[in-house]
């Protein structure tokens, strides 16, 4: 009798297993961090950008709004629209479903990044860049964007919690950039909000 | 019956192959969908709106529900194919290796990173509740119907934020949803939402299984005790029946020492009035006569192999000059082939066995109006018994059941078709009845022809 539910308790544990594993690399670490910026460091108009095309990218757009700064939300940017802008944002976070919508491939995505990454530092744009879903998207194209980035981020806002959190500090102290990591959602506005004003 | 078996498992396991390969095209044939919920995600986020994050969730689950449906549907298809019992360990295994085998290559061609949480939590909730599903010819109607449910009670679950840490719904879109609804509403919404929908639908799909179950073993009980009853009737009639010839073998066997003592004191009488009255002479013979008939007729009943050569002119005489037609308003008509070559029966049972059937005709008409046909002639490798009339006939649900010793639906001992059927097989023949209710009914007896009767006759005895 006992042996028919042998496969039942078989998925049930690694069920179990499988969460644990999940719940061990969403713990938050400690981490020396600013609770925002002490000065601004970046000018508006900015350009609001994604790296992985995710639909919650939109997210900052709304708080820009918010927070009444001169923004564009331009997902789809690319390195020769920079001329109008003077700080550049971009939300990290990649989605298939929102990269098959622009009829992109992954690497014309990183590709775009890359350029506009590179363009900005030519012309000394301040990048700050964001990652709300790390609790979500722990995928290596999401690392590989980040990646990319990072070394020549200014600054970086983050959630607490996130998958892979180790990684991503070691790799922004490696490049010695400020960092912040809030809680909630809404407490992004106060960091956000820094760079500016 | 093999190769039946292998073409069934072939078309079996074709349909689960189709099924799993359309819950690969889903996303593809409905990628619209996709648009749709991306879309609708960034204008929920843009224009505040909760409420338009809400009904993105239900097209979310709708997609997610068609996709996985027929995942699993198609995995536990090929899974009783390949282990061919549904009821087996083996089958659990096999639906759990394929399935995770089809999750791993959907994941890697479409990248949207599901967890395997998820499914590992879905397949053991679904796999523990198939196995109260009684396993019988609407199994997959009520797998579908439980899968269709945990499903939809999972897809709701990978939209609870609060399991998110636990490793449940990181996929692409449920990561956007739970995102945006973390922006709007600081996840209260679907915290709330979705959480009572997954208990709702997983609490309705236990539910289900338990009185799917439930009803089963009652059916079961059911059916037991319909058998027990059936089988407790059979022996009360067989009790019954075999008491009754029992006393009737008695008495025509007590029947005989009465005549033995009436045959010896006619012979005594005979010889002491010979030689004073001889025109006495020929009524004793026909005593005698009547006596040695008496004797043979008795002996008839009580052995049923006693068979003599008869034409069929001369037993269906016997057989009507029984029969009491005279005071009602039936009438009959005989048609017999001429040339028709003698039977070889046992005449007492044999025109019993008639007689039973022409009475049961002539009580349907209940003193009414009545016609009934009697037609014997040559077919191929027999004579046929064709006895038609025109009562009110036999109800479709109990032609299979007139055989039956203690079938009625007259309130009678239910034994007279019983004996009919049972002298016609010792015959070597055999009956078949057709009606129409309201109009008709007519049985249809068949005698082998003498000499094929007499040689079955023979092999019956060397083998008895």
């Given at each position: 009798m006992i042996k028919t539910f042998i496969p039942v308790i078989i998925c049930f544990c690694m069920a179990i297993l499988f969460s644990i594993q999940s719940l061990g690399t969403s713990q938050s670490m400690y981490v020396n961090m600013?609770?925002?910026?002490?000065?601004?460091?970046a000018d508006e108009k900015l350009l609001i950008t994604s790296a992985g095309q995710a639909a919650e990218s939109s997210v900052l757009l709304s708080i820009a709004e918010n927070l009444n700064l001169e923004a564009d939300y331009r997902p789809r940017a690319l390195s020769t629209d920079l001329y109008d802008y003077n700080s550049v944002v971009i939300m990290l976070g990649f989605s298939i479903n929102g990269l098959s919508q622009t009829e992109r491939s992954y690497r014309e995505e990183l590709s775009r990044i890359t350029a506009l990454v590179a363009e900005a530092r030519a012309t000394e744009l301040p990048i700050i860049l964001v990652n709300i879903s790390g609790k979500y998207r722990n995928n290596t194209q999401t690392w590989k964007l980040f990646e990319q980035i990072a070394p020549s981020a200014d600054y970086f806002i983050g959630l607490k919690n996130m998958k892979k959190e180790a990684a991503y500090v070691n790799l922004i102290r490696k490049h010695s950039i400020p960092v912040t990591l809030v809680n909630k959602l809404e407490d992004l506005q106060t960091p956000f909000n820094s760079v500016f004003r | 019956m093999v190769m039946v078996n292998i073409k069934k498992y072939l078309i079996f396991g074709c349909i689960g192959f189709l099924l799993t390969a359309y819950g690969f095209l889903v996303p593809i044939l409905y990628d619209n969908w996709s648009v749709y919920i991306n879309d609708h995600i960034y204008n929920s986020i843009i224009q505040k709106d909760s409420g338009l994050l809400l009904i993105t969730t239900f097209v979310y689950i709708a997609k997610y529900l068609m996709t996985f449906f027929f995942i699993y549907f198609g995995s536990a298809i090929l899974a009783n194919t390949l282990t061919k019992r549904i009821n087996t360990v083996m089958f659990s295994i096999s639906l759990i290796v394929l399935l995770f085998l089809t999750l791993i290559f959907y994941n890697l061609l479409?990248?949207?990173?599901?967890?395997y949480t998820g499914h590992l939590f879905a397949a053991g909730i679904i796999i523990l509740l198939q196995l109260y599903i009684p396993k019988q010819k609407h199994y997959y109607i009520i797998f579908s119907i439980i899968l269709f449910l945990v499903l939809l009670a999972i897809q709701w679950l990978y939209l609870i934020p609060a399991f998110t840490v636990l490793g449940?719904?990181?996929?692409d879109l449920a990561a956007s949803i739970k995102m945006a609804d973390q922006f709007l509403t600081g996840n209260s919404l679907l915290n709330t939402i979705a959480t009572i929908f997954f208990i709702v639908f997983l609490t309705i799909a236990i539910i289900f299984t338990i009185l799917i179950h439930l009803l089963n073993r009652q059916l079961d009980t059911l059916k037991k005790y319909h058998l027990q009853g059936k089988e407790l009737k059979e022996t009360r009639t067989a009790l019954i029946e075999s008491k009754v010839y029992e006393e009737i073998s008695m008495l025509v066997h007590d029947i005989k020492t009465p005549l033995v003592t009436v045959e010896g004191l006619v012979s005594l009488i005979e010889l002491k009035l010979q030689t004073e009255n001889r025109t006495l002479r020929p009524y004793f013979a026909r005593v005698d006569h009547s006596l040695k008939k008496m004797n043979d007729m008795i002996s008839e009943i009580l052995y049923e192999n006693n068979k003599q050569a008869l034409t069929v002119n001369k037993l269906i005489e016997y057989v009507t000059s029984h029969l009491n037609i005279d005071n009602q308003l039936i009438k009959l008509r005989i048609d017999i082939d001429e040339n028709l070559p003698p039977i070889h029966v046992n005449k007492i049972r044999f025109s019993r066995a008639i007689s039973n059937i022409l009475e049961n005709a002539i009580s349907s008409f209940a003193e009414k109006k009545g016609f009934i046909h009697i037609n014997v002639k040559k077919i191929d490798k027999g004579i046929l018994f064709c006895i038609k009339d025109n009562g009110p006939g036999i109800q479709a649900e109990h032609l299979k059941d007139i055989?039956?010793?203690?079938?009625?639906?007259?309130?009678?001992?239910?034994i007279g078709l019983s004996f009919v059927k049972r002298v016609i097989e010792n015959h070597h023949g055999h009956i078949t009845v057709t009606s129409v209710p309201g109009k008709q009914t007519q049985m249809n007896i068949t005698l082998p022809l003498q000499e094929a009767g007499e040689r079955m006759n023979e092999y019956h005895h060397i083998n008895r």
């Open positions: 600013y609770p925002n910026l002490p000065a601004p460091i | 479409f990248q949207e990173h599901f967890s449940f719904g990181t996929n055989w039956q010793a203690g079938f009625s639906t007259k309130n009678s001992s239910g």
